[in-house]
């Protein structure tokens, strides 16, 4: 009983995190928007970049606005289900309209795949979070083999970059090539589970933990300045990779706290 009390509190941690990773890429976007086609100055020489966005301000400026609404009202249960469909919508448009074409022109970028299928996830994690019942059934099963597919990716693309990935990860962590595959396997293995429905609060728990980890021990050291790599603290890729990586850990965690036990 006290391992399940201690489960549905992290579980509940959930929301809070998915709506200030929203909230912190809105505020994000609208400071790179000031900035756009310009340096950050010249001791950073640092062109910011704008998640899933072209780099035109008022529309950053828009939809900056607009994610850090829908961040701040999904705290709020009357106004949950409003904010995540307007969220999941936008999220879904911004990566139909111009990651997916990007992508398809050069289907063997790694890169090119990541920017498109990240909001993609999000989007899902958006329209799932108000639980059963908020949205049609049909839609509610779309968006989790969608995310399915997502983390299958997110998975394969590990095997796929497995050197370059290992190279990410901090000197003080041991056997990077063995870790970059074990989350790999664990990515397609949690795809599997929420798209087949089979243990699908444990694979978003799980999943949702490992992105979690990535958070403590690598994006925020890094935007920390606490690796010594040049110019992470200060560039907005690095930003935008800890604050995309805390939405995909507050929204699978909500994923699981949302589904029946």
Request: with cysteine; glycine share 10%; proline share 7%.
């Amino acid at each position: 009983m006290q391992l399940d009390r201690a489960g549905a509190a992290a579980l509940s941690l959930g929301r809070p995190l998915f709506s200030l990773a929203i909230v912190a890429l809105g505020i994000e976007t609208l400071v790179c928007a000031r900035y756009v086609g310009h340096s950050l100055g010249p001791q950073y020489n640092v062109i910011p970049a704008l998640p899933w966005l072209p780099a035109i301000p008022w529309i950053a400026y828009g939809f900056g606005t607009i994610w850090m609404a829908c961040g701040a009202a999904l705290l709020f249960k009357r106004m949950l289900r409003t904010a995540a469909m307007t969220l999941g919508g936008l999220l879904l448009l911004c990566a139909l309209v111009l990651d997916v074409p990007k992508y398809a022109a050069d289907l063997g970028s790694i890169s090119l795949r990541t920017t498109a299928f990240e909001p993609l996830a999000l989007a899902s994690l958006a329209w799932l979070l108000p639980g059963p019942g908020a949205i049609p059934g049909l839609l509610t099963r779309g968006n989790r083999y969608l995310l399915a597919v997502c983390l299958i990716v997110f998975g394969a693309d590990h095997f796929l970059a497995l050197a370059f990935i290992a190279t990410l990860l901090p000197a003080w962590i041991p056997w990077h090539v063995f870790w970059v595959a074990f989350f790999g396997v664990a990515l397609i293995a949690a795809g599997l589970s929420i798209g087949l429905n089979i243990l699908q609060r444990w694979g978003a728990a799980c999943i949702g933990l490992m992105f979690g980890i990535w958070v403590v021990t690598l994006h925020l050291p890094r935007v920390l300045g606490l690796y010594a790599i040049p110019g992470a603290p200060s560039d907005p890729n690095e930003w935008s990779s800890l604050f995309i990586a805390t939405a995909l850990w507050g929204g699978l965690w909500a994923l699981a706290r949302v589904q029946a036990p």
